[in-house]
C-alpha cells in the first residue's frame, strides 16, 4: 500500500529549509582559523538553532510523534553556556521566529525521545560538523520511520550545488517517499523537483566511491583494500555528511562505504535514515557490511548492523564480496 504523506513531506521540507537558513547564517560568521583554533562555537550554535527550528516545526504539525534528535537543552542550560543559548536564540529571531530562550529550549527537547516507538522522526540537525566548520560539505537530515521502516526522507545539503559539477550556490535539497521516487529541488525558491536516479554502472573497475573525510569515521585503509579488488584505480571522493548518499543517489558516485573502525562503535539512526531511503527510492541498494538491511526498530542506534555499504543496486553483490574477501567481516 502506498502512503501518500503529503502533509509530512511539506512539513519537514519547511523544517529543513528553516534549518539551512540558520546554518548557513552561522556559517556565513565563521572565521577561516576556526579549525585550527578549534572554535566549536558555530557549530554549537547552528547544531543547536538547526534542532529546534525543526522540532518546533515537526512538533506542532504533528505533537503526538515522538522524535529521536541527536541534542537535547541539558548543557546550555548550564550558567557557563547562558551565551550560547543567548546567540541561538538570536539566530532564530532573525529568522523572523519571535520566541523566548525557554521556548527555544522546549522546542530542542522534543528531540529527546529514545526509545523505538511505531512511528516517530529522526533528525541530525547538522551531520558532518567538521564540514560545516571548514565550509565544505555537511547536511540537515530528516526522516519518518513507521513500523520500522523509513517512509519520508529529507536531506538539506546547503553546500551541495544543484547540478552536479557546476557552482551554483541556491544548495540542494532531497526528498523522498517510500514508493515514490527520490528528488531534488532548489533549497531556496520555488523550482519544481526534478527526479533523481543511481548510475547504471556495472563494470567494478569503472565504480566510483566516496567515503568520509574523516579516518576515524571509516576506515580509509579497509576501502583501499576494497577499491584494489574490484579494480578501481580511480581515488575515492571524500566528503562529509549524508551528502555522500545524495552524491550516489543522484549517480555522480556508484558506491559509499563506511567501513567500521572501532569493533563497540554503533551508527547512530540519524546519520543515515535520510539518505537511506533518498538512495533506496532512487533505484540503490543500503546494507550493512554483512549484507542485512538496516534496523531502524532498535533505539538510537543501529545495534543490530555494522558500518553501512551503499550502492547503485548492481554493484552491490560484488561490493560485499569484497567486503568479504578482504576480511572486513
Ligand atoms: P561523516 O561526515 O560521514 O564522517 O560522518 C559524521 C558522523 O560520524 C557524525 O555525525 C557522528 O555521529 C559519526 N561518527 C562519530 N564517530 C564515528 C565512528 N567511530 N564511526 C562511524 N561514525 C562515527
Ligand atoms: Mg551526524
Request: charged share 25%.
Amino acid at each position: 500500500m502506498t502512503v501518500v504523506l503529503s502533509h509530512e513531506l511539506d512539513a519537514a521540507l519547511v523544517a529543513v529549509r528553516d534549518a539551512a537558513r540558520i546554518c548557513r547564517s552561522v556559517q556565513s560568521t565563521i572565521a577561516p582559523d576556526a579549525m585550527e583554533k578549534k572554535d566549536k562555537s558555530p557549530v554549537t550554535i547552528a547544531d543547536f538553532g538547526s534542532q529546534a527550528v525543526v522540532c518546533r516545526v515537526i512538533g506542532d504539525a504533528f505533537p503526538h510523534d515522538p522524535i529521536i534528535a541527536e541534542e537535547d537543552s541539558r548543557e546550555l542550560l548550564n550558567e557557563q553556556n547562558a551565551p550560547f543559548l543567548h546567540l541561538i536564540h538570536d539566530e532564530i529571531c532573525k529568522q523572523c521566529i519571535e520566541t523566548s530562550k525557554e521556548q527555544v529550549c522546549r522546542w530542542i527537547d522534543r528531540g529527546g525521545a529514545e526509545e523505538y516507538s511505531h512511528r516517530f522522526w529522526t533528525l541530525d540537525p547538522i551531520d558532518g560538523t567538521k564540514g560545516f566548520l571548514r565550509k565544505e560539505q555537511y547536511a540537515i537530515s530528516l526522516a519518518l520511520i513507521v513500523e520500522g521502516q523509513i517512509e519520508l526522507g529529507v536531506l538539506g545539503c546547503p553546500n551541495l550545488p544543484l547540478v552536479p559539477g557546476q557552482t551554483d550556490t541556491a544548495g540542494s535539497l532531497f526528498y523522498a517517499i517510500r514508493g515514490q521516487g527520490a528528488y531534488v529541488l532548489p533549497l531556496e525558491g520555488d523550482a519544481a523537483p526534478m527526479r533523481i536516479r543511481v548510475s547504471q554502472t556495472s563494470a567494478t573497475n569503472a565504480a566510483r566511491f566516496c567515503e568520509s573525510v574523516e579516518s576515524g569515521h571509516s576506515s580509509h585503509g579497509a576501502s583501499e583494500q576494497i577499491a584494489e579488488w574490484l579494480g578501481i584505480t580511480a581515488a575515492p571522493v571524500r566528503l562529509d555528511s549524508q551528502a555522500k548518499y545524495a552524491v550516489v543517489a543522484r549517480g555522480e558516485a556508484d558506491i559509499y562505504l563506511r567501513l567500521p573502525t572501532k569493533k563497540d562503535y554503533f551508527e547512530q539512526i540519524w546519520d543515515h535514515a535520510g539518505g537511506v531511503l533518498v538512495v533506496e527510492e532512487a533505484g540503490g541498494r543500503v546494507t550493512d557490511v554483512t549484507g542485512k538491511p538496516l534496523d531502524f526498530t532498535h533505539g538510537r542506534q543501529l545495534k543490530q548492523n555494522r558500518g553501512v555499504i551503499v550502492s547503485n543496486a548492481k554493484l552491490h553483490d560484488a561490493v560485499l564480496e569484497a567486503v568479504r574477501a578482504v576480511g572486513v567481516v
